[in-house]
C-alpha cells in the first residue's frame, strides 16, 4: 500500500518521523512504521538518509486519454456580469493551452439566460471559443442546473482541462461535477504548469525542492497543479495521470489578466442545454445583494491591513485614514475578523481573499502562516508591529518595531512630502 | 415523525498552532493539538439546535480518519450527539475527495434512511470544500454550501436558508432529504457539558473498515483509487527577511520608509 518501510534498510533514526507533516509514522522495535494518516506526501523519502521508504503506488492500467482536447474555462456570470476571475482564467488557460500546444485551444463556457452578449468580452480576454449554454432555467446559479448542463457538454465534448475560478459558486459546482464525471478535481491552486520544463523553472525560482529528479525534456503534458496544503505550511503539487479531464479551481487575483484586446474574433458555438423544471431540486427565491461596501482587495495596488495589534475595532479608523491617504483599500488579518473588529468581506489570507498588490502594509499583524499565504507574493510588504520576533517581519522588505499609533500617523503625514525626502537624499549624496 | 439528522466530521491538526521552524524551515509539529474542524462544530451545532426545538431528533456523526479520531467524535457526543461512526482502515489511506467520498457516502448510507445531512464547508488541513458536495453527488441529494441561516418548517420537510455570496446571500427553499454545508456565521457551536462528557465515555463508537463499508480498496477508496495524486510536496521558499528600518523618533523612522518606497518606485 503506497509509502512503505523498508525494514532492513531503516535503522530507525526518527528523521522521517519529524518530518512528516501528518504524524503518519510511528516508532514500532526501533522501526519506522508508516499508519493510516499517511497521504503519500513523500515528504519521509525525501529525508530518509538510508533509502529506507519505498513507494508501491500501483500503475493503473492507463486508460485512453487521447480523446480529450482543449482547455476550458467556466465564465462565471452573474446577473450579465463576468466574473474577474473568470477572465484572468481565460488568460491562464490560454497559456497552458499553448503550452500543450499549437492546436489546442482555450474555450471559455458560459451558462446562463440571454448571456450571449458575454461572448464578445471573453473573446477579448483571449478565448480562442465559446461555448454558450442558454435556457430560461438556468437564469439563476443552481447547482443540479448548472452541474447538469455543464456535466452533459464535457462528456460530448470532452476537454482535457476545466479550470473553475474558486468563488462561493465555483466552489459548489466543481466538486459536483468532477463527482459525476469520477474525474480528480484540485482545490485553489496557485499555480499551473503543463511541461515539466516550466515546472522546473518555477520549483528552481521559487520553491526549496529539489529537481535532479525531473526531466525537463519529458513528454509528459499532464497539468502539474500547485496548491498550499496543511494551512499554507506545505505546498503540494498535485497531477490527475488517470482520468479526464483534469480539473481545478483557482483563487480569484491569482492569476493575470490579458491585455483586452478589443473586438477580437473566435469561434462560438450554441450548445442545446438538455434541462427540465423537475431537475432542480431548490428554488432560489432571492438574490440580495448587501448593502456594505464592496471591498476590492484583488485589484487594489496598496492594501493597509490591521490586525490584533490594533487593540480595539476603532484601530481600524486609523487604518481607514492611512488607506485614505495613499489610495488603498482597508484589508484585515483574520484575528480582526474574528474578534468581530471589521468584516470577513477585508480578510486577507488563506480562508480570505488572496492578494498581490504593489505594496502591502501590515501593521499589528503578528503573521500567522495563513496570512502569510494569502499576501506574500505582495511586490512590496511593509511590516509595522511592537513584537521584534514576529514571523511577519520574516517576510517584509521593510521592517518597523514600534507602536503602530504613533509611526502610521507620522507617515501619514509625511505622505505627501515623499519626493522631496527623496530628492533631499539625493542631493546629499551627490556633494 | 422524528427527523434524522446526519453529521460529517472531522479531526484536524490545528493549523493555527504550527510554526516554521526559523533555521530549519521545517514544520514543528510537536504539541499542535487535534481538534473538531471548526465548519464541523457548526454543522454540529445546527443539529443540535433542532434537536433543542424538536427533542426526539436523532443526530448521527460520521467521520473517516484514524482510530484517534474517536477522541473528536467523543467531544460530539458530549456536546449532545445520539451516536457516532468511524470510518477508519489502513485501505482508505491517502484517499482524495472523490475516494474520501465514496467512504463517507457509503457509511451514511450503511446507517439508512435520513432526513438532513449537515457538514462544515471546509476542513482547515484541507481547505478543499469538496467533500461535502461529492458526499451529496453520491447520494443524489440536493444541495446547498456556505449556509448561515437555517430554518425548517413545521412539516419537518421544507427548508428555507440562507447562503453567502462574495458580496451578499442568496434565500434558497429546499427539502428534505438534502445536504447542507455550513460556515461559520451559522452560530455558535456549544460546550460540552460535564454530563454529556459523562454519558459519551459509555457509548461504544462503531470502527467500520472497508470490508464493513461495502467499498472496494482498488476501485472505490485508498490511494490508489484516487484520482489526484501527490506528484510532489515541497515547504514554500522563505521570502529573504527586508530591512529593519530605525530612527530616534517615529517621524525618522516614517521619513526614513517613503525614502526607501520612493527610491524603488513603489510610490
Known sequence: MAIYVIEDKCKGCKLCIKACPFEAIDMADKLAVINEKCTSCKQCIAVCPFDAIGNDEKEVEKADLSAYKDVWVYAEQRAGAIMNVALELIGEGRRLAREIGPDTKVWAVLIGDKIEGLAQECFDYGADGVYILEDALLGKFTTDGYTKVFSDLITERKPEIVLFGATHIGRDLAPRVAARLNTGLTADCTRLDIKVSSYIDYAEKYTTQDTSDLDAASDDKGLKQTRPAFGGNLMATIITPNTRPQMATVRPGVMTRREKAEGAKGELVKADPQIAASDIRVNVKDIVKSAKELVSLTDADIICSGGRGLGSPEGFGLIKEFADKTGGVVGSSRAAVDAGWIDHAHQVGQTGTTVKPKLYFACGISGAIQHLAGMQSSDMIVAINKDPDAPIFEVADYGIVGDLYKVIPEIVAEWDNAEALFEATIDRSAE | ?267
Open chain 2, 1 to 267: 415523525m422524528a427527523l434524522k439528522i446526519i453529521v460529517c466530521a472531522k479531526q484536524v491538526p490545528d493549523t493555527n498552532e504550527i510554526k516554521i521552524d526559523p533555521v530549519k524551515k521545517t514544520l514543528i509539529r510537536e504539541g499542535v493539538p487535534s481538534i473538531l474542524n471548526h465548519d464541523d462544530a457548526n454543522a454540529l451545532e445546527e443539529a443540535l439546535k433542532i434537536k433543542d426545538k424538536y427533542p426526539d431528533t436523532h443526530i448521527t456523526v460520521v467521520s473517516m480518519g484514524p482510530p484517534q479520531a474517536k477522541d473528536m467524535l467523543i467531544e460530539c457526543l458530549a456536546m449532545g450527539a445520539d451516536e457516532a461512526v468511524l470510518a477508519s482502515d489502513r485501505a482508505l489511506g491517502g484517499s482524495d475527495t472523490w475516494a474520501t467520498s465514496n467512504a463517507l457516502a457509503a457509511a451514511i448510507a450503511k446507517l439508512g434512511a435520513f432526513d438532513l445531512i449537515f457538514a462544515g464547508r471546509q476542513a482547515i488541513d484541507g481547505d478543499t470544500a469538496q467533500v461535502g458536495p461529492q458526499i451529496a453527488e453520491k447520494l443524489n441529494l440536493p444541495q446547498v454550501t456556505y449556509v448561515t441561516d437555517f430554518e425548517i418548517q413545521a412539516d419537518l420537510k421544507s427548508i428555507t436558508v440562507k447562503r453567502a455570496l462574495e458580496d451578499g446571500y442568496e434565500v434558497i427553499e429546499i427539502k428534505t432529504p438534502c445536504m447542507l454545508t455550513a460556515i461559520k456565521e451559522l452560530n455558535t457551536p456549544r460546550y460540552m457539558s460535564v454530563g454529556g462528557i459523562f454519558e459519551a465515555c459509555k457509548k461504544d463508537i462503531p470502527v467500520w473498515g472497508a470490508a464493513e463499508l461495502g467499498v472496494d480498496p482498488d476501485k472505490e477508496v485508498g490511494l490508489d483509487a484516487s484520482p489526484t495524486k501527490v506528484f510532489r510536496s515541497f515547504t514554500p521558499a522563505p521570502k529573504g527577511k527586508g530591512e529593519m528600518l530605525e530612527g530616534e523618533t517615529e517621524k525618522d523612522v516614517a521619513r526614513k520608509l517613503l525614502v526607501g518606497l520612493k527610491s524603488k518606485h513603489v510610490i
